[in-house]
């Protein structure tokens, strides 16, 4: 039986003012950021918000959307107390953006249509129940900017419905556009066992609990059908608590709701030079960036994409390879990732950013700490916060070549290993790492161990 699922998300988009009026996106107490167009007095008139179409544009392009140059909105229209004005404005005819894909496990999901749409007001329950007698209405959000974006049904799994939701995480965060922290991503889930009737669970909170909304509901239609019933087509709600989902309403279509063209917004056009424009503030996405990181640097693909996965390591790397593209590479593919790895810790777990790493790259750079004792801070700075240089110069662990004389410490070394040496010079590598390794321990890493190799093959 295979499973069929399609996923509407929507998005807060990360502008200061909302879709349609200057009141602001964020405010602190209930229905204080609000105004007569928000709250649907009669005779205002919404003006579009330059700023949310441009986002939901950079979206559409990273989504390889094809761009709509003219594009209009329309008025949904349903009675419920947290939509002022009976309609909600939102695209209907003409999106965005649509045709676009995604690529997850090497395959293509398709894009339908990326649209802005405003948000309606939020409904508190009181004390969180949805049985008490009375609901309050907040209109803070009634007109927060929305981008839409619609797939196909093309993903095959609660899994890779996550890895989907994870990857468009990853997209918005490098562009720039998503609200995270003040909002949570919501999705409307569809999901269909093949042959039978599509049912759509809605309004899921958060990526987890969308993985985990598919999954009931893929276990329930597949036990309904199991056991010889026939699912019906409907809408339903997750429940987060008992991880189940239960029937809200059958289900109605997207005609039914009447659109009708909105005659208080002007058509917008995007101009070659606008679309350009919006085209060149798109940055370089997470797999171009993962092939530059190969081809440029050297990194193994497995190294450069899970750099490129996350916005801050990349931003790392990118600040060291600066500095030193060679130390950089062995500090973060192979020390970083490592220690990251050992303690099981992303990398928003711990402190470690740009400028305390570049810190490091620079001093390795200066033959001002040796490659263990950098590996040593580095674990410091991960595990519990402590920045490289405060930890190396409180342990006395930086290298002063001015009052260590390296070389009579090696040519003493030499003078007690004369067989190890002569083995060095009849091209054994290992006897000259031994004597690298007994310098090293003798000037307690204090010195740096090109400059002891490099003394050895002078001597
Ligand atoms: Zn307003």
């Known amino acids: 039986m295979k499973t069929i699922i399609g996923l509407e998300i929507h998005v807060q988009l990360d502008t200061k003012s909302k879709l349609f ?25 919404p003006v579009l918000n330059k700023k949310a179409v441009e986002y939901a544009l950079m979206v559409a392009s990273a989504l390889n959307c094809k761009i709509n140059r003219k594009f209009f909105f329309s008025r949904k229209t349903y009675f419920y107390p947290d939509l002022a004005k009976n309609f909600q404005i939102t695209q209907y005819e003409i999106p965005v953006g649509e045709k676009g894909f995604l690529e997850i496990d090497g395959k293509k999901i398709r894009i339908t249509r990326v649209h802005l749409e ?27 900017p929305l981008a839409e974006i619609v797939t196909e049904p093309d993903i095959e799994s609660p899994e890779q419905a996550r890895k989907f939701l994870d990857k468009l995480l990853l997209i918005l965060n490098y562009l720039g556009v998503y609200a995270h922290g003040r909002s949570v991503l919501k999705a409307d889930c569809n999901l269909s066992i093949k042959g039978s009737e599509r049912v759509e669970v809605k309004n899921v909170s958060g990526f987890k609990a969308v993985e985990d909304a598919l999954k009931a509901e893929e276990e329930r239609q ?37 659109y009708i063209f909105d005659a208080d917004l002007v058509e917008t056009n ?15 996405l997470p797999e171009e960036k993962a092939k530059r990181f190969v081809k440029q640097f050297g990194l193994t693909e497995y190294d450069a994409s899970v750099i490129a996965s996350s916005k801050g390591l990349s931003d790392i790397f990118e600040g060291c390879v600066k500095s ?5 590479v062995r500090l973060i593919s192979r020390e970083l990732l490592g220690i990251l790895n050992y303690n099981k810790l992303s990398l928003d777990q711990t402190s470690v950013d740009a400028k305390g790493m570049v810190a490091l790259v620079e001093l390795l750079k200066a033959g001002k700490v040796s490659d263990k004792n950098a590996k040593d801070s580095l674990i410091k700075y991960v595990v519990e916060g402590i920045l490289p240089v405060d930890y190396l110069g409180k342990n006395n662990l930086f290298i002063d070549s001015s009052s260590v004389d390296a070389e009579s410490v090696v040519k003493a070394i030499i003078e007690k290993n004369k067989n190890v040496f002569d083995e060095f010079k009849g091209g054994n590598k290992k006897s000259l790492n031994f004597l ?24």
């Open 118 to 144: 405003e948000d309606p007001a939020s409904l508190v329950h009181e004390s969180g129940m949805v049985s008490s007698n009375y609901s309050l209405v907040d209109y803070n959000r009634s007109g927060i």
């Open 21 to 45: 009026c200057g009141c602001s996106t964020s405010a602190d107490s209930p229905n204080t950021s609000v105004c007569p167009i928000c709250l649907g007095m009669p005779g205002s008139k």
């Open 270 to 284: 995007v101009s070659n030079e606008w679309l350009a424009k919006i085209k060149a503030s798109v940055p370089e």
């Open 436 to 459: 690298i390794g007994l310098a090293m321990r003798e000037l307690k890493g204090k010195a740096d161990a090109r400059k002891i190799q490099g003394i050895i093959e002078k001597l």
């Open 324 to 328: 030193d593209s060679k130390i950089a």
């Open 222 to 258: 597949r036990s309904v059908i199991e056991s010889g019933g026939k699912v019906e087509l409907e809408t339903r709600a997750f429940d987060d608590v008992s991880l189940t989902t239960y029937t809200l309403r059958k289900k109605e279509t997207e005609a039914d709701y009447g």
